[in-house]
């Protein structure tokens, strides 16, 4: 592992104090590309246009004329928390629009990711005249085939990757779709929907729609909105993190969807004191149990209802079903690690890893870990039945992970039945039978892709944090800030003395830092081995809260 230091323009952190912003949030801000204080407003007006989305006020007309002809509309959802946030944020502005909406969830375990022929089945029993995806649908070519034999249109609003042909869907709103010019090319697929409904609205607007009347308040989504886009690990660019500070801004005022708050109070947490980690680490994960262990539904109507005390039941459920996810997510890293520790060093670019009693719910986590720990792009399978394996995949910086698995089914045609995905995270479906053919031509495609300096493991940190900074003050100032996926959340770099050390937990060192004079209480989470008198320390500045106490905290990334 090698600690490196992010470089930061100082030209642009220059500029950034000139321009009044804290003098350590300058520095921070610049080594992220921020070159200018107005890049840091985040009010609602700094928001790219819907017209410069490739066929959104197509899609809003679409949708309004089915509005008007009181057609029947079917949300085809996806069952994680952006499909699910998606499909709350098109069901509850449709409805407010006078919509005759419902909405279907695919069975993963049945009938896998995405609008199949086999769904469109299902969903033709409802009778709809148009289905709407979200978060998926741009790789359905046989589905929306099938749907057209039906007599039935479809809308397409997703985000992943297109495959080489597209679905010849009534319209597809997909800003990374051929042809799209859309600056921000990581909108989650529930930003795209929200985008779709704010056309929706102008176009009702520009009919007289709402004339006489109460227009619908499309701002009462965005914490729907910011904890799809928080809960998908997109990269939060400047369009992103104006859509996730809008959220924030309602659950901090009290205005949440019942559903968030019910989740975040399911963890313990305030929605007043809200933040991205709240998102991504407490309600996202509960809402994600439902798709992963169950049925998402359950989490769509936990989003939808307005009845606090049916939102608190669904989110006890959820929670329910996250520590229940925890329970099988720990077994089975259990004996991922103990492949791993078997072959301590990996042989080659990329690791392939399946075990007959896998969750087909849970190897997704299960490959994030192992990525973590071996440093390599993995895919981990569960059995589908059919004599189907099922994987998901995650990979490191410097492999397109869903660009390589489109060169393993060009190289190996007859392989890979289905895949799809992002950039760092992507699944697929093979038969049982390939498993080992699989990994031998993933491991040749990751290594023919790879240069050899991503395979090195580093942790980027902002270098050293002045003395006067080690303070709660500037903890909580940091904490309020937008950071995520692409915007990461500052990591500093010191040398300490090291006052005291002992085992808490069994499993967490907690240490009393010395530097510059000054005392520092730090914690080593899963990692209980001590460490010399003196270390150089990779660590994030954070506030710890115990017994309605908030006191300054080291958390230690990665000792040297």
Same mark, same amino acid.
């Given at each position: 592992?090698?600690?490196?230091?992010?470089?930061?323009?100082?030209?642009?952190?220059?500029?950034?104090?000139?321009?009044?912003?804290?003098?350590?949030?300058?520095?921070?801000?610049?080594?992220?590309?921020?070159?200018?204080?107005?890049?840091? #407003?985040?009010?609602?007006?700094?928001?790219?246009?819907?017209?410069?989305?490739?066929?959104?006020?197509?899609?809003?007309?679409?949708?309004?004329?089915?509005?008007?002809?009181?057609?029947?509309?079917?949300?085809?959802?996806?069952?994680?928390?952006?499909?699910?946030?998606?499909?709350?944020?098109?069901?509850?502005?449709?409805?407010?629009?006078?919509?005759?909406?419902?909405?279907?969830?695919?069975?993963?375990?049945?009938?896998?990711?995405?609008?199949?022929?086999?769904?469109?089945?299902?969903?033709?029993?409802?009778?709809?005249?148009?289905?709407?995806?979200?978060?998926?649908?741009?790789?359905?070519?046989?589905?929306?085939?099938?749907?057209?034999?039906?007599?039935?249109?479809?809308?397409?609003?997703?985000?992943?990757?297109?495959?080489?042909?597209?679905?010849?869907?009534?319209?597809?709103?997909?800003?990374?779709?051929?042809?799209?010019?859309?600056?921000?090319?990581?909108?989650?697929?529930?930003?795209?929907?929200?985008?779709?409904?704010?056309?929706?609205?102008?176009?009702?607007?520009?009919?007289?729609?709402?004339?006489?009347?109460?227009?619908?308040?499309?701002?009462?989504?965005?914490?729907?909105?910011?904890?799809?886009?928080?809960?998908?690990?997109?990269?939060?660019?400047?369009?992103?993190?104006?859509?996730?500070?809008?959220?924030?801004?309602?659950?901090?005022?009290?205005?949440?969807?019942?559903?968030?708050?019910?989740?975040?109070?399911?963890?313990?947490?305030?929605?007043?004191?809200?933040?991205?980690?709240?998102?991504?680490?407490?309600?996202?994960?509960?809402?994600?149990?439902?798709?992963?262990?169950?049925?998402?539904?359950?989490?769509?109507?936990?989003?939808?209802?307005?009845?606090?005390?049916?939102?608190?039941?669904?989110?006890?459920?959820?929670?329910?079903?996250?520590?229940?996810?925890?329970?099988?997510?720990?077994?089975?890293?259990?004996?991922?690690?103990?492949?791993?520790?078997?072959?301590?060093?990996?042989?080659?670019?990329?690791?392939?890893?399946?075990?007959?009693?896998?969750?087909?719910?849970?190897?997704?986590?299960?490959?994030?870990?192992?990525?973590?720990?071996?440093?390599?792009?993995?895919?981990?399978?569960?059995?589908?039945?059919?004599?189907?394996?099922?994987?998901?995949?995650?990979?490191?910086?410097?492999?397109?992970?869903?660009?390589?698995?489109?060169?393993?089914?060009?190289?190996?045609?007859?392989?890979?039945?289905?895949?799809?995905?992002?950039?760092?995270?992507?699944?697929?479906?093979?038969?049982?039978?390939?498993?080992?053919?699989?990994?031998?031509?993933?491991?040749?495609?990751?290594?023919?892709?790879?240069?050899?300096?991503?395979?090195?493991?580093?942790?980027?940190?902002?270098?050293?944090?002045?003395?006067?900074?080690?303070?709660?003050?500037?903890?909580?100032?940091?904490?309020?800030?937008?950071?995520?996926?692409?915007?990461?959340?500052?990591?500093?770099?010191?040398?300490?003395?090291?006052?005291?050390?002992?085992?808490?937990?069994?499993?967490?060192?907690?240490?009393?830092?010395?530097?510059?004079?000054?005392?520092?209480?730090?914690?080593?989470?899963?990692?209980?081995?001590?460490?010399?008198?003196?270390?150089?320390?990779?660590?994030?500045? #954070?506030?710890?809260?115990?017994?309605?106490?908030?006191?300054?905290?080291?958390?230690?990334?990665?000792?040297?």
């Amino acid at each position: 592992m090698r600690i490196v230091t992010r470089p930061c323009p100082e030209p642009a952190r220059q500029a950034l104090v000139a321009a009044g912003v804290h003098p350590l949030l300058a520095r921070l801000y610049a080594a992220r590309r921020i070159r200018s204080a107005s890049e840091l #407003e985040l009010a609602a007006e700094r928001l790219l246009a819907p017209a410069r989305l490739l066929n959104c006020e197509r899609a809003a007309t679409l949708l309004a004329d089915a509005i008007a002809a009181q057609s029947r509309l079917l949300i085809v959802a996806d069952y994680d928390a952006d499909g699910a946030t998606a499909c709350a944020v098109g069901l509850r502005a449709l409805r407010a629009f006078g919509a005759r909406v419902e909405y279907l969830v695919p069975d993963r375990f049945a009938l896998g990711y995405g609008l199949s022929p086999e769904l469109v089945e299902l969903a033709a029993e409802r009778r709809p005249d148009l289905l709407i995806t979200v978060d998926n649908g741009i790789a359905s070519v046989e589905g929306v085939a099938r749907a057209r034999a039906l007599g039935i249109a479809t809308l397409i609003t997703d985000h992943h990757l297109p495959g080489a042909s597209l679905p010849e869907a009534a319209c597809i709103v997909n800003p990374n779709q051929p042809g799209c010019e859309f600056p921000s090319k990581s909108l989650a697929g529930v930003g795209v929907m929200f985008y779709v409904m704010l056309a929706l609205r102008a176009e009702l607007r520009r009919r007289g729609a709402f004339a006489g009347g109460r227009e619908p308040n499309l701002a009462a989504l965005t914490d729907l909105v910011a904890l799809g886009t928080v809960a998908d690990l997109v990269p939060l660019d400047a369009n992103n993190r104006v859509l996730v500070a809008q959220g924030l801004r309602r659950l901090r005022a009290g205005a949440a969807q019942p559903g968030l708050a019910a989740l975040l109070a399911a963890g313990g947490r305030e929605p007043a004191a809200a933040g991205c980690f709240d998102l991504g680490f407490v309600a996202g994960p509960r809402l994600n149990a439902a798709g992963r262990l169950a049925d998402m539904s359950l989490g769509i109507e936990c989003l939808v209802t307005d009845d606090e005390a049916r939102a608190a039941n669904c989110a006890q459920e959820l929670d329910r079903l996250n520590r229940e996810r925890r329970r099988i997510e720990a077994g089975m890293l259990e004996e991922a690690l103990g492949a791993l520790d078997a072959h301590p060093e990996p042989a080659g670019a990329a690791l392939t890893l399946f075990e007959p009693g896998w969750h087909q719910g849970v190897v997704g986590l299960i490959a994030s870990r192992v990525r973590e720990r071996a440093h390599r792009p993995a895919v981990c399978f569960a059995r589908a039945g059919e004599g189907l394996l099922r994987g998901s995949g995650r990979s490191i910086p410097g492999l397109h992970l869903r660009d390589c698995f489109d060169l393993v089914a060009k190289s190996a045609p007859g392989l890979v039945l289905r895949f799809g995905g992002h950039a760092q995270a992507a699944g697929l479906t093979i038969r049982e039978a390939g498993l080992e053919r699989w990994r031998a031509e993933f491991e040749r495609a990751a290594a023919g892709c790879l240069p050899a300096a991503a395979l090195e493991r580093s942790i980027e940190t902002d270098g050293a944090l002045e003395a006067a900074y080690h303070s709660l003050e500037v903890a909580q100032l940091l904490e309020a800030q937008i950071w995520g996926q692409g915007f990461p959340q500052p990591v500093f770099c010191d040398t300490f003395a090291v006052e005291s050390q002992r085992v808490v937990g069994e499993r967490h060192l907690k240490l009393r830092l010395v530097k510059d004079g000054r005392r520092l209480e730090a914690m080593r989470f899963n990692s209980p081995d001590f460490v010399g008198a003196n270390v150089r320390a990779a660590y994030r500045l #954070e506030v710890n809260e115990f017994n309605g106490m908030r006191n300054v905290q080291l958390n230690l990334e990665y000792v040297e």
